[in-house]
């Protein structure tokens, strides 16, 4: 929530969504999204097999009533943040640690045939 909106934290320090990463802003808003999901597809409130006709009938029957109620929107999970970095750049990293990761592989498996080996 905290990359939400601003809000004073203590007497002398802000809560400041600027200081949230974009990675743990996307986190949050992707679990709230995963969340409102569930109960979306789920239909718990007013499909037939609602789990508030158990609880809660008379609820039940008032919302159903209710015909000209506003329709749920179903839900959008955001983007993934941006990195400031272009696509051949993220993907040169990403296979240069793909590299390095298989060059140590390689390395860690020498060392092994050769432990093993000389015993």
């Given at each position: 929530?905290?990359s939400l909106?601003?809000?004073p934290?203590?007497?002398?320090d802000w809560?400041?969504p600027?200081?949230?990463?974009?990675?743990d802003?996307?986190s949050?808003?992707?679990d709230?999204v995963?969340?409102?999901?569930g109960?979306?597809?789920?239909g718990y409130?007013?499909s037939?097999q609602?789990?508030?006709k158990?609880?809660?009938?008379?609820?039940?029957?008032a919302?159903?009533?209710?015909t000209n109620?506003?329709?749920l929107?179903?839900?959008?999970w955001?983007?993934l943040?941006?990195?400031g970095?272009?696509?051949?750049?993220v993907?040169?990293?990403r296979?240069?640690g793909m590299?390095?990761?298989g060059?140590?592989t390689?390395?860690?498996?020498?060392a092994?045939?050769?432990?093993v080996?000389?015993?």
């Open positions: 929530m905290r909106y601003v809000e934290t203590s007497i002398s809560n400041r600027a200081e949230v990463s974009a990675t802003a996307h949050f808003l992707q709230t995963n969340d409102y999901s109960r979306y597809h789920q409130i007013t037939e609602s789990i508030l158990d609880i809660d009938q008379e609820l039940y029957d919302i159903d009533r209710l109620r506003p329709q929107p179903p839900p959008e955001p983007p943040p941006t990195t970095l272009s696509t051949t750049t993907q040169t990293r296979f240069r590299l390095i990761a060059i140590v390689v390395v860690v498996l020498a092994l045939f050769l432990f080996i000389g015993r």
